[in-house]
């Protein structure tokens, strides 16, 4: 059974002991996902240089002696150009209405830009407690005067709205004992919601396709930005290796190819570096084989994208 499963049952929270829900929301490429991961100590968020990575409300869990908090891990909003844009951006919204607290993420090595803004004033609209966290500070290098004005105009943001602040690296760790200590003081005294000892409410499935689909983003950079969607056909299991069939479906002739490569190689290297992901995940080997499938303008087709795991999630 690998770490993202628990038989462990569910114990009786102490009066004093506190839980609730934490929405991480942002622009796209602001580093939420390797936020989420470092909170809970354990990767279930894809990461990648490539923005709008994140295409679910991904659910981390971190369980303190004192506290449980269920971190919802959401795409980063910015305005859709197509269906799948849609949903995500509306997921994404839904979230912040949803939850207990309201961590709003922003990039403090970079000027606060009219993205941030935007977001700023959907936060307006929802009686969520916000904290502004100010993450990168790992790249506020340049000068000390540089870094001095850029806090400043996210402090004054913070201040119109009267939003605590903190400042961390979600890279590096630092600060990041800081910022869990603020989140916690937002909940109020609440059971638990899961096992302590789970990280994620996900399905192990939903997790290896991502592990998959994060090897093709880094691997292919720009060439396949979005148009990736994975389907884990088939899972067997046995007590010496793990036998696991995907497809990936691309929207273009030209895009398989690219992920096929010459030869097959990037195809080779794309399941080589997931299956050593995954490996990880289930805590035994794994044997890989990958597919690739043309599927055009998937992320067009609400069909399509139903078939594939998108839609408007339930609050």
Known sequence: MSDLQSLTAIP?????????????????????????????????????????????????????????????????????????????????????????????????????????????????????????????????RKTAARALTLDQTYKTLAKTHHWPICKFSALTTAKLNSLQRQLIQHLVPGPYYYPPDLVTDQPERFIMGELIREQILLLTRQEVPHSVAIVIDRVDESPKITRILATIHVERGSQKQIVIGKKGQMLKAIGTEARQQIQKLIAGKVYLELFVKVQPKWRHSRMHLAELGYQVEAT
């Open 12 to 140: 009786q929270a102490s009066p004093e002991f506190k839980s609730g829900f934490v929405a991480i929301v942002g622009r796209p490429n602001v580093g939420k996902s390797t936020l989420m991961n470092q909170l809970i100590g354990q990767k279930v968020a894809i990461t990648s240089p490539v923005a709008q990575t994140t295409r679910n409300r991904l659910r981390g869990i971190l369980t303190t002696p004192s506290a449980q908090m269920i971190f919802v891990d959401t795409p980063g909003i910015h305005k859709p150009h197509h269906p799948l844009g849609e949903i995500l951006v509306k997921n994404a919204q839904m979230a912040i209405h949803a939850v207990d607290v309201v961590l709003f993420v922003v990039d403090c090595s970079a000027p606060l830009g009219g993205g941030d803004r935007f977001i700023a004033q959907l936060l307006t609209q929802t009686n969520t407690p916000v904290i502004l966290g100010l993450n990168k500070l790992d790249l506020q």
